[in-house]
């Protein structure tokens, strides 16, 4: 068995936190992109009304006010 100089395991060392740092940057920028995704008006109604996505008919949008307001009695005050 052979020893690996201690100068290439600093090399090593390097390359694992290089590839790391890389790695935190791309998880960064996804999460700003899901953000600035969640912060546009259609995200910010989907966030305060789950479902409307699916509910494309007045019908349907007007079901999930309905259950929104039986869960919720105080929103009708």
Known sequence: MSRRSPRHDRAL???ILRARAAMERQSLAH???????SL???????SFLPGTA??????????QALRLTRR??????
């Open 13 to 15: 060392r390097i390359e």
């Open 31 to 37: 999460g700003v992109q899901r953000l600035g995704k």
């Open 40 to 46: 546009t008006p259609r995200g910010l109604l989907e």
């Open 54 to 63: 699916r509910h494309r008919s007045s019908s349907g949008f007007l079901l």
């Open 72 to 77: 919720y009695p105080l929103v009708l005050s």
